[in-house]
Structure formats: C-alpha cells, structure tokens
C-alpha cells in the first residue's frame, strides 16, 4: 500500500486502470518489472495528469539502496516520469521515452510515496512531486521525450525471447490430503497398481474403460483418479499416440467420470534436468497430445513422469492432491515445467559446409535459405521438399542463391520415406548440418480429431525426423530440428501437431544422450510467413494472443534461430511474448513470464461475487452483459455492444474452439463445472445468462 492516502482527482478527470496502463506500455515494448510499477492511482484531465506513486515494499525497504540512502530513489523517479507517457498511451504516435531533464530540484529527501502533476509546456512536460502534507518533494522543470521505434526497443530486448524449459520444484501436501477413490487401467508396464498398494491406495484394476463403466454401472463408487501406463518398450511413436487420442475420447465421452481426473504416467518422456537421458520418445508424444487435451478440457487430465516407478506410490498420491496438470518425479520429488528467458549466448555458431533442409521450398525454408546464404556463407545447400524443382519460387530462389555465390541443389524428396531419404544422402557430401523445418497441420479439437489426421501431421514431423536421426550420425554435424511452442503449451485444436513436436523435442534430448549433436527449437507463430500460420483465421490469432503470444517477424525469428544455435540448449523456444495477455488464465508453463500486477483481482468466481453485489432486480441484465463481455472477448469483437444477445453463437463465428474457451471462461467466472456443449445446449446470449444465473442461485440455496 501507498504511504500517502490518494489524491482527490480534478473535478472531470479520468481514472486510468495502472494494470492496463503497464499492460499497454508492454505491448509498446517498455517492460517494467515489479520495483518500476510504482504507480498506484493515475487520473488523466486533458493532457494534465494526476498519480500516486511508491516505492514497490519488497525493493524499498532493505540493502544497501533504501530509501533514505537517495535523494529521490531511483524506481520513484521513474514512476513519476511514467506519468507523462500517459496522455498519448492509446494513440498510434509511436512510442516515446525520457530524454532530457532539465531543473530538477529535490525539496525533501527520503521519499517512499509522492502525489505526482505533470503539466505539458512549449519546452517540454513539467513535473510536480508532493507529499501526503501537500509540501513539495521534488520538481522537474523540462521533461523532454524523444520518439523510439520498436525495432530499436526489440534490439535492446532481443534475448529475452528465448526461452528455455525449467522444472521448478513443487512443495509436497501433506499425507492425507489426496484419500480419493482410485482406479488403474489396462496392461501395467511399469509397475504402478503395486507402488500404489505400498503406498496403502486402494486401487482397483479394470482392463479398459469400458469395464470401468460396467463396474460403475453394478453400483461400484466412482472413482477420483484414474490412472493408466503410457510407457511400453518399443512402442511406435505413431500407435502410442494413437492410443492414447482414443482413450483421451473415450474418457471426455463419458458422463459418468465427469468429476474424475484421467492420471497419464510415464517413465523417460521428459528430461528434468539438461544431463539426464529421455529414452521415451512416445511418452513424450503422449505428453504433447495430452497437453492439448488439458487445454480444451482443464481439470481432466494429469501427465507425470516418474524415474522409479515401482516405488512412486506416495508420490503419485501427492501429484494428484497438488492439482498440478503437469509433474515429474525424482527420487520422490516433485517439479513441474516452466518456460523461463535465457541469457544471451556470448559467441554466434555459424553453420558452414554441406547444409540439407527439408521443407527446403517452403515460405520459411525459403526465408532460411537465403539467411543461411547471406549470414552463414554457406556455399552448398541441398534442399528436399515433395515437389523439389517444381515448387513454386524453386528457381527464382536458385538463381537468387546462385547469385550470392552458393551451389544450390533442389532435391524432390518425402524424407518420411527412408528409401528416398537414403538415397538422396548417398548422391551428396556428407552433410555438415541439417535443418528440418518440414511440416504440416491439420487441427481439430481432440474430440473430434481422427487417426488420419493424426497420421498427416506425425509423418512430416516425426517419420521424417527420425529417418534423419538415423542416417545421419556424424557427431560433428549440426541437427537443427524445427518444432514448434504449441507442442509445451498445448494450443487448443492442436493435438496432433503438439504431439509431433513434442517427439522431436524428445529426439534432440535423445540425440544429446548418445553423444550426437541435437537442438529442436520451440517456435512460435511467425509473421507473414505465408506457411501453416497463413491458415489462421483472426479467431485463431486472437486466440494464439491470448496465450500470451505475438508473432515474429522474419528479422526476429532469424536472430533467434541464430542465437539458439550458440546458446547450448536441447529444447529452446524462440517466441515473442504479448505480456499484455499473460495475465489471468495463461497456460500454466507460461505462468512466471507474467509481470507482476499491482492490485489484480482473480476472475475465479467474477460473476458470482458480481451478482451477489446487486439488488435481485439487476441481476439478469448484470448476467447478461458478463456472458456478452466474455463472448466479445473470444470472438475478438470490441466490447459486449457488439455481441447480439438473441444471436446464436455459432452464427455470430464462434467455432469449435472458441465453445471450449468461452466454456472455460465461464467456468472460472462461475465456481461451476460447465460441460463442453455449453453453448450448444444454450445457443444465445440470453438464453446462456439465463441458465448461468439459475445455476448459482441452485448452488447457493
């Protein structure tokens, strides 16, 4: 809290959210950490500004620089100055920062709050510091602000992007905090019923879900965790996602588990730490798969890989009291993923000599082509695609190539197909790095997605990949794999494409524990490529932002793909974060890149605490404008005014998807379990208000 009670504002004035505020000057690229979002209260008259700034109580109180040790701490200086960015936030004049102060004078020392009135002038803003009594505590005469582009402000912050898988450790809950019912199915690999029994859960064991169902049709108890084994030796990457698609769909169509989590375990899927050896590539397919389905259905699904299986019992129960989606454990510790910025590499690692890229003619193959070209100096480049030569853009990128002074070989090639692959390796200089950017998509919720579409997008990726991995050993030659960020998300309608990307993540881990060069980078959407992000409609962009996510472009991405080379990670992920949307309901491994926010509250039970507030004659209009404004934010529209309340849903756009994340919405704003045909079953607006208040006012009496 500000040491100084809040200023009245003028007479008029207009209040400006502070969250919103440091949200905007994020998506401006000015990205202030907690101690600098000292601003407190902020009211706008014309182009004056009024605010109440202090010192962040964590940074201001202790060490060496309290304080009383300035004149004017720092962090509240700037927040003063914050204040004269305010009158042109919502424009389109670009981004401005401080240039030159000009008759600063500090009147009291040791300020840890201000009352702060910034006045334009023909030479620049004057500023105005005072204390709770109304006494000046420092004046600026001139703030003078220069213009910044953001490309200059992207330089400067560049490495940021560049993220990097970490397992943060996860307190255990007590013994007795998780004494459900539990349940085990099918064939167990790995000796999980027996860990369990040791560690006194009862578990009964059913062949598949459908037993299950018949047992809780004889009346047996339903159960609160179900848990199945997905590590099996020698087990196709393609058949264990398979399996495990079929009986994620098995388990959402039955009403009877509805309240039950579905607990996937694995044993080497995922890799806690950098040394440690990932011998699961389908487990890690699974992870992928799973992820997604978590994400359409959050609270259904739990994925936890375990070093020691027979002796997980205890910590399994523990995974499950944690109501973590994702853990591992080790040697009974628990930790879940996070995404988390690396440093700046110190050197650039440039790849030279033979390079062979599949998907070598499509928009981004293209694009990296010419940089590997222009930057790299690389002089022999084989690039594979289906169509090869007779590609669209095949020979003007040849001759462009040519130009620079590479020979250039456009190879038609399915690297999916070993034969082909083969020989195409045989009739060329053993490549000195290879760079797979093949790929394709084929989304569908997981509900709806099938085994073909499954197939469609695991071949490109994973067959072709592992063909690669396979014929290509040389210890010294660079193996650059191109996955993709949806695959540690879980992007909604996804399922499939997270899957693959997860296995070739998998695959740079296992290359790295057999003595072989391996990265797969993470990427996130490109801008503009003209490839598998060219399919997106603006309902899927806007959903893809609101993970808390902003395209590339093509200068970002190719300093990142040059930056992850030297940064000596397995799995890194190259993205551009929108920290304006990593706020609220962002996906959980992106939950410690959100910035602090100062008096946010949660959306958990929004409507609820906002009925309750209202006289009963407000209430259906009150319900009303919620379910308008959540909609309007799915479909992307303004603001509720544009959301028609007798207007069905899916006349107003709202796909598949955009059900599933306005069911979730509704379900943080409600406390309630709301079913994944919400929308289906109350079409409109109105009608959805309407079931929605009936609803809490059931579970309140």
């Not at 853009?393 to 692959?421: K, P, Q, S």
Request: aromatic residues 4%.
């Amino acid at each position: 809290m500000s040491d100084v009670q809040r200023p009245r504002p003028p007479a008029g004035a207009r209040q400006v959210d502070t969250d919103r505020l440091y949200d905007r000057l994020a998506d401006r690229g000015l990205r202030y950490g907690p101690a600098f979002r000292g601003l407190r209260a902020v009211w706008a008259d014309g182009e004056e500004v009024h605010a109440d700034a202090g010192l962040d109580p964590g940074a201001a109180g202790s060490g060496p620089a309290g304080p009383g040790d300035y004149l004017l701490h720092p962090a509240l200086l700037d927040a003063a100055l914050q204040t004269a960015l305010v009158p042109g936030i919502d424009g389109d004049g670009g981004t401005f920062l401080p240039f030159a102060l000009r008759g600063v004078r500090v009147h009291r020392p040791g300020a840890r709050a201000v009352r702060v009135h910034t006045v334009p002038g023909a030479g620049g803003v004057s500023l105005a510091l005072t204390g709770e009594d109304g006494e000046p505590v420092a004046t600026v005469g001139s703030l003078v602000l220069r213009p910044v582009t953001a490309d200059q402000l992207d330089a400067a912050a560049q490495s940021t992007r560049l993220l990097r898988v970490a397992w943060k450790a996860v307190p255990q809950p007590p013994p007795a905090a998780d004494r459900g019912q539990w349940a085990f199915l099918g064939t167990d690999h790995i000796g999980v019923t027996g860990a369990l029994k040791s560690a006194r859960r009862p578990v009964g064991s059913y062949a598949s879900l459908r037993a299950l169902d018949a047992a809780l049709r004889d009346g047996a108890p339903a159960p609160d965790v179900v848990v199945v084994s997905c590590t099996e030796e020698d087990s196709p990457v393609r058949s264990a996602a398979q399996r495990a698609l079929g009986l994620v769909q098995e388990w959402l169509a039955d009403d009877r588990l509805s309240g039950a989590r579905l607990m996937l375990v694995t044993t080497g899927a995922v890799a806690v730490r950098p040394e440690e050896d990932l011998s699961d590539l389908s487990g890690a397919a699974v992870w992928g798969l799973v992820r997604s389905a978590q994400a359409e259905h959050p609270g259904r699904f739990v994925l936890v890989d375990v070093d020691e299986p027979e002796d997980s019992g205890r910590a399994l129960a523990a995974a499950a009291a944690t109501g973590e989606p994702q853990l591992a454990v080790r040697q009974g510790a628990l930790s879940r993923p996070r995404l988390a910025r690396c440093a700046p590499p110190a050197r650039r690692t440039p790849l030279t000599g033979t390079v062979l890229m599949t998907g070598g003619t499509g928009a981004l193959g293209r694009l990296l082509a010419r940089h590997l070209v222009t930057r790299h100096d690389v002089r022999h480049l084989v690039l594979l695609s289906r169509r090869g030569p007779d590609a669209p853009g095949a020979a003007d990128l040849t001759a462009e190539l040519t130009a620079h002074g590479a020979r250039v070989e456009v190879i038609a090639c399915d690297a999916a197909d070993r034969a082909a692959l083969e020989r195409v390796l045989a009739a060329i200089p053993a490549p000195s790095a290879v760079v797979h950017t093949a790929g394709v998509v084929s989304d569908a919720t997981v509900g709806t997605m099938t085994p073909r579409r499954l197939d469609k997008v695991l071949r490109p990726k994973v067959d072709a990949a592992l063909n690669l991995h396979e014929l290509v050993r040389d210890p010294d030659c660079a193996f650059v794999l191109f996955s993709s960020v949806a695959g540690l998300i879980g992007n909604a309608g996804q399922a499939n494409y997270a899957a693959a990307n997860v296995a070739l993540d998998a695959l740079a881990h296992r290359r790295r524990g057999l003595g072989l060069h391996g990265v797969s980078l993470a990427w996130g959407l490109w801008e503009d490529e003209g490839g598998m992000g060219s399919t997106l409609s603006t309902a899927d962009l806007n959903r893809v932002r609101r993970t808390g996510l902003a395209p590339l472009t093509h200068d970002q991405g190719l300093a990142l793909f040059d930056a992850a080379l030297a940064a000596g990670d397995a799995v890194l992920a190259p993205v551009r974060l929108n920290e304006a949307a990593l706020t609220g309901d962002v996906p959980p491994v992106l939950a410690d890149l959100a910035p602090a926010r100062t008096g946010e509250r949660t959306a958990t039970d929004a409507l609820r605490r906002r009925l309750a507030d209202l006289p009963e004659a407000e209430r259906d209009q009150a319900a009303l404008e919620f379910v308008r404004a959540e909609a309007a934010a799915v479909l992307g529209h303004d603001g509720p005014a544009d959301v028609d309340p007798g207007r069905e849903f899916g006349a107003a756009g709202l796909d598949s998807l955009g059900n599933l994340e306005l069911s979730r919405r509704l379900s943080s704003a409600t406390g309630l379990r709301l079913p994944a045909t919400l929308t289906f079953d109350h079409p409109t607006p109105a009608g959805l208000a309407t079931h929605l208040r009936r609803l809490l006012e059931d579970t309140e009496s």
